[in-house]
Nanobody, 114 residues
Framework: QVQLVESGGGLVQAGGSLRLSCVAS????????MGWYRQAPGKQRELVAA???????NYGDFVKGRFTISRDSAKNTVYLQMNSLEPEDTAVYYC????????WGQGTPVAVSS
């Protein structure tokens, strides 16, 4: 089993920045993918950024250069640097990982005020 724990969410003003962290622990053999999704109230969960099994990076179309995903493989940790935040970025951000199964973190809320 894999456990994912996110941190770094909070309340910021438009134009501000946040850095999210997700630490994976447990029985990790290999993680084929790891990254971030988000879900706003009444909306579907959507991709923010993720490492693919081939070690490429996919970003959601809304990112437009504002967010950067990175990782520290030795620590099984993935980060999401979010700059130029907009009110539309308000959502719960979820870490996810894939190995033998799909794993989700509990989510960390991000609120951006105008």
């Amino acid at each position: 089993q894999v456990q994912l724990v996110e941190s770094g969410g909070g309340l910021v003003q438009a134009g501000g920045s946040l850095r999210l962290s997700c630490v994976a622990s447990g029985s990790i053999i290999s993680l084929n993918a790891m990254g971030w999704y988000r879900q706003a109230p009444g909306k579907q969960r959507e991709l923010v950024a993720a490492f693919t099994p081939s070690d490429n990076i996919n970003y959601g179309d809304f990112v437009k250069g504002r967010f950067t995903i990175s990782r520290d493989s030795a620590k099984n940790t993935v980060y999401l640097q979010m700059n130029s935040l907009e009110p539309e970025d308000t959502a719960v951000y979820y870490c996810y990982a894939e190995s033998d199964s799909i794993y989700w973190g509990q989510g960390t809320p991000v609120a951006v005020s105008s």
